[in-house]
């Protein structure tokens, strides 16, 4: 039905802008949409003559604009990569309007956007900046509230085709109003990865049948991935004569750490509150709000839980593992050098793993494909720790969004508007999928397209064609500040990596340190809306009595292992996720 009514709606749009004879400005524009169609744009959901139209909307909404030069910016992955050498050049050949689309580091854009939220200068016209960032945008009253802008200044320059309802991520830059800040331009999500071919072979099977008295499978627990961890690095040791490892990670301290960190591992331990997208009143990164939607504390003596058992519980594991079952140079790894490893073909599993990697494990020449390009690894749903509840969110996903801000004049956002727009508009959102496999769009991933290209991708297309997907999601609208928190997990947390102290210590300074910012910007008054008001510290033992997050230390942190066989659990996602 919606794409019988989208078409419609596409048809109708091309009948205003073909009526009456098309100047010449308009037959140059339909030849040079015509020839991006053909040229750069040939897979979409949508037939090229309604390809053809929307194409001649952006046109058309440019005229204003035309000869001006704007100036955006993302950081550096492959699909926005893509947007700057293939989308900006299209788009500033078919509306006028000259965009630079520049990339540069994640932190960067992170410190950029910051200054200009803060200094009032404009730096860039339009940031394809993470919503994990929704809680500070929803705070200052710097950033552009979308839904307002589509309304009011932008009501003649927002696509009619736009089709919100079709954004697989839009509630992540969604604020408590309902409005939204943000709009998803990539998504990629943080998921176990195996090597399926191992996990197949009877042999391994049945050694591991006797030695931990159940089947080699997909972990569905922390227990069960810590027995596969141990069994492929001590007991395994070598496949086809060369040393193999049973876990991946990272832990150099680096600012990459922090994500490892606040990217919902403690989360994915359990530590938080049942609820979906962010887990309510305590998120994924321990921080309680009130029902005002105002942090009132993540120290669990104010109601908070950053340094409760299930986090503690949570480090531990990650920095044990790393240094019992991954490769010894992972230590010293950041995030970007530690990505290529499992490609590498000695690594049996990782149990946090970003999808963003996966277009670079399907080159035919690696060892973890076969001789036709075929995946020998798979992905999956991580395994969830003993606090984890049903209800929670089960991982992390990465959510970059476009976000202006009202330092930027107008006429320059309206035009980096219109760029927004183009990036993610059915007519290029499936050749951009096929090209980065970050997907933003639910038609896209059921195109037949993703259908065909789903066995090259080692799950990654049931992943997202289940609505399971929905219950992995990006830092919350509980964290108010988060370019001045984020670096606080890593700077905290890099100690216990390297050993120097304990978990528990870390996290009490974590957890201590994310309490004071907050109390500080609450006293700074910098906030419109949503600013902290932290509980008053009391023994928290009365925290931990209380029902909910944060949760008291359980008697049993590792239960029996259990797993599920792969091909199982597919069928099972595939059947919830059909359309009829």
Same mark, same amino acid.
Do not use: C
């Given at each position: ?442 038609? #896209? ?69 994310? #309490? ?65």
């Amino acid at each position: 039905m919606k794409a019988r009514t989208m078409r419609l709606s596409l048809l109708a749009a091309g009948v205003m802008l073909a009526s009456g004879a098309l100047h010449a400005d308009d037959q140059d524009a339909r030849a040079i949409a015509e020839r991006l169609v053909d040229e750069h744009f040939q897979e979409s959901t949508l037939s090229r003559e309604e390809q053809i139209e929307e194409l001649m909307w952006f046109a058309k909404a440019a005229e204003p604009f035309q000869g001006m030069e704007i100036n955006t910016v993302a950081e550096g992955l492959t699909t926005h990569i893509y947007e700057r050498d293939v989308l900006a050049e299209a788009f500033s050949e078919l509306t006028g309007i000259e965009v630079t689309h520049n990339i540069i580091g994640e932190g960067d854009v992170v410190n950029n956007m910051q200054t200009q939220m803060q200094s009032g200068r404009n730096i860039y016209d339009g940031y394809v900046n993470d919503t994990d960032s929704i809680g500070t945008h929803i705070r200052y009253g710097t950033t552009i509230n979308l839904s307002k802008a589509m309304e009011n200044e932008w009501a003649d320059y927002t696509l009619p085709t736009l089709d919100l309802d079709d954004f697989i991520g839009l509630q992540y830059g969604t604020g408590p109003d309902g409005s939204v800040y943000q709009l998803p331009t990539q998504q990629f999500a943080n998921l176990y990865w195996f090597r399926y071919d191992w996990f197949q072979r009877e042999d391994l099977q049945k050694q591991f049948r006797e030695r931990y008295g159940y089947d080699l499978g997909v972990p569905t627990n922390w227990t069960a991935y810590e027995d596969i961890a141990e069994f492929f690095t001590e007991h395994v040791g070598e496949i086809d004569g060369e040393k193999v490892y049973g876990h991946m990670d990272y832990g150099r301290r680096d600012p990459s750490l922090g994500w490892r960190f606040h990217d919902s591992w403690l989360s994915m331990a359990g530590m938080g509150s049942p609820g979906v997208p962010f887990g309510n009143p305590v998120d994924d990164w321990g921080i309680r709000v009130n029902e005002q939607s105002q942090p009132v504390g993540a120290s669990v003596s104010r109601g908070g839980a950053t340094n409760s058992p299930a986090s503690v519980f949570a480090v531990t594991k990650m920095v044990d593992w790393l240094d019992k079952y991954a490769p010894p140079e992972a230590s010293g790894m950041t995030f970007g050098e530690a990505g290529p490893v499992p490609a590498q073909g000695n690594v049996a599993q990782q149990i946090f793993w970003y999808t963003a990697f996966t277009a670079d494990m399907t080159d035919p020449e690696l060892p973890v494909t076969d001789e036709e390009g075929n995946p020998k690894w798979r992905m999956a749903p991580s395994p969830t720790g003993p606090y984890w509840e049903e209800g929670m969110k089960v991982g992390y996903q990465d959510v970059g969004a476009w976000t202006f801000f009202d330092s930027t004049p107008e006429d320059r956002r309206t035009a980096a508007w219109l760029f927004a727009q183009f990036t993610v508009s059915k007519t290029v959102s499936l050749e951009k999928l096929m090209a980065g496999l970050t997907p933003i769009r639910e038609s #896209d991933i059921f195109s037949e397209q993703m259908t065909e290209m789903a066995p090259k991708l080692g799950g990654l297309v049931e992943f997202y064609r289940s609505p399971n997907e929905s219950n992995w999601t990006p830092s919350s609208t509980n964290v108010p500040d988060y370019p001045r928190m984020a670096p606080l997990w890593w700077q905290n947390l890099s100690p216990a990596v390297s050993g120097d102290i304990s978990p528990k210590e870390a996290l009490d300074n974590l957890a201590g340190d994310l #309490d004071s910012i907050m109390a500080r910007l609450a006293r700074a008054k910098v906030f419109d809306t949503y600013a902290p008001s932290l509980n008053d510290e009391r023994d928290p033992q009365y925290w931990l009595d209380q029902p909910g997050s944060p949760k008291p230390q359980l008697d049993d942190e590792m239960p029996q292992g259990t797993t599920v066989p792969y091909d199982e659990m597919m069928e099972a996602w595939m059947a919830a996720g059909s359309r009829e």
